[in-house]
């Protein structure tokens, strides 16, 4: 085993699948619903965050809690829906990687701006519930990326301090999130939300295309030069 333990923590939109098309139809058609505006523009500018952060920054500033909740639970119904009927296939290399981390030891992470209805349905999907000893949903925290709350409450459900940690996030608020926790990252590009230079300037350790060129004494010196 890698010691001292260390720990990957996983993003899901964009890093282990890419779901955004999903995400896209969804709001599209919650904005339709409600006579909204929504554009491809808006969807980039808060691709990666909470429902009520979307909702707040894209629809009415003023929303209440329980509203949030609503509109947003309406969005994911048109989303799991989706989901279910297209099914969901893990990203090149994933899978690999998943499995090599579980190989040497390493305790693994789910921390996600999504629900955990939305998760507990992509993991039944993709038949990778195995692998993670903790998953922090949206709904477990207070304040989204890029607020670190979600990457501290997932190091500290598995016992890790923050310089053991590895994030692997596609999105900017997501790199700036883990930077703010004190956490190295890798950035992807694979799925196009953002370019190779916007997640170094959030702060990415290394930026890669996809994690089929990624290996794990790769993310291992990755956090022993910050230790």
């Known amino acids: 085993m890698t010691e001292p333990p260390f720990a990957a923590l996983w993003d899901v939109d964009g890093t282990l699948v890419d779901t955004a098309e999903l995400h896209f139809d969804a709001w599209s058609r919650f904005a339709a619903d409600l006579s909204f505006p929504f554009t491809r523009a808006d969807f980039s500018a808060t691709f990666?965050?909470?429902?009520?952060?979307?909702?707040?920054?894209?629809?009415?500033?003023?929303a209440p809690d329980d509203k949030c909740h609503d509109w947003g639970e309406r969005k994911e119904r048109y989303y799991r829906a989706a989901?279910?009927?297209?099914?969901?296939?893990?990203?090149?290399?994933?899978?690999?990687?998943?499995?090599?981390?579980?190989?040497?030891?390493?305790?693994?992470?789910v921390a996600s701006s999504a629900p955990r209805e939305n998760l507990t349905l992509l993991?039944?999907?993709?038949?990778?519930?195995?692998?993670?000893?903790?998953i922090v949903s949206g709904d477990d925290v207070s304040r989204g990326k890029p607020d670190p709350e979600v990457f501290r409450t997932a190091a500290a459900r598995l016992g890790v301090v923050s310089t053991q940690c590895v994030v692997l996030e596609d999105a900017v608020a997501g790199v700036q999130a883990a930077t703010a926790a004190g956490m190295v990252s890798v950035g992807v590009t694979l799925a196009g939300h953002h370019s190779a230079?916007?997640?170094?300037?959030?702060?990415?350790?290394?930026?890669?295309h996809s994690l089929e060129t990624v290996v794990v004494g790769q993310l291992a010196s990755l956090i022993a030069g910050r230790m």
Do not use: C, H, M
């Open 197 to 208: 230079e916007a997640l170094r300037t959030a702060g990415a350790g290394i930026v890669v």
């Open 83 to 109: 989901a279910a009927e297209k099914g969901i296939e893990l990203l090149p290399g994933v899978a690999r990687l998943l499995a090599a981390l579980a190989e040497a030891g390493w305790a693994q992470a």
């Open 123 to 134: 993991f039944e999907l993709t038949d990778t519930t195995r692998y993670f000893s903790a």
């Open 48 to 62: 990666g965050k909470r429902n009520p952060e979307i909702i707040r920054q894209l629809f009415d500033p003023a």
